[in-house]
């Protein structure tokens, strides 16, 4: 299956070495000392999973509305208008548990500040998800990666990157601040495939036809 593009951006599927690297230092070196002392990445990372578990179940419900406070408005907007034309059944394809979930990472920690006002300042973190329903079980029953590949278990695959936002701007308390989402993007093993496959042939040259006489 197919999912509708959410939010506009580049898939994002793997770590980066340099990034995860900067994301150290950014975390123990800028963010903990200077904005959160209680800051810390791998509690961050618990914190997202349990939000993008959260996100998946209530849009599986079809409760996008409820994601209000949760993620920004463009955010809710962008997932009401992806997933208003989905069926029932394909709504179910969200639906993910914690034990589904077998790769979680923060790709890269930002720290944004605005050009007019440098006390202005926000922590960005995004988050990849890689689930596959069922995870547990097929763990337990022993198959093989041939046989996962394979149609229907291929088809329960599930990819997602998720952005946190905070607000550390100076004179803003910490208990008057949260985590909000403010990009969501799910894309299965299928759907990337064709994007890459438009990309490419966005970037082909058109092909030219010699005739002779």
Request: aromatic fraction near 10%; include cysteine.
């Amino acid at each position: 299956m197919i999912i509708p593009r959410m939010m506009a951006g580049q898939n994002v599927m793997w770590p980066a070495l340099l990034k995860g690297i900067k994301n150290w230092i950014q975390a123990n070196m800028i963010v903990r000392p200077n904005l959160d002392p209680k800051f810390r990445l791998s509690k961050f990372s618990l914190g997202a999973r349990q939000a993008f578990l959260t996100v998946s179940e209530r849009i599986a419900d079809g409760k996008v509305d409820s994601l209000q406070g949760l993620v920004t408005k463009e955010v809710l907007d962008s997932v009401k208008k992806a997933t208003s034309s989905l069926s029932m059944a394909d709504h179910e394809l969200f639906r993910r548990q914690d034990s589904d979930i077998y790769l979680c990472f923060p790709y890269e920690l930002g720290i944004i500040f605005e050009d007019n006002d440098p006390l202005k300042r926000w922590v960005e973190v995004m988050m990849v998800f890689h689930t596959l329903q069922g995870f547990e079980a097929l763990q337990k029953d022993n198959v093989s990666v041939t046989d996962i590949q394979k149609k229907p278990i291929a088809n329960k695959f599930l990819f997602a990157n998720f952005k946190f936002s905070r607000n550390y701007s100076k004179g803003v308390k910490l208990e008057d601040s949260d985590w909000t989402i403010n990009y969501i993007n799910y894309f299965t093993p299928e759907g990337d495939f064709e994007e890459e496959k438009k990309k490419h042939e966005a970037s082909s040259p058109p092909s030219s036809s010699s005739s002779s006489t």
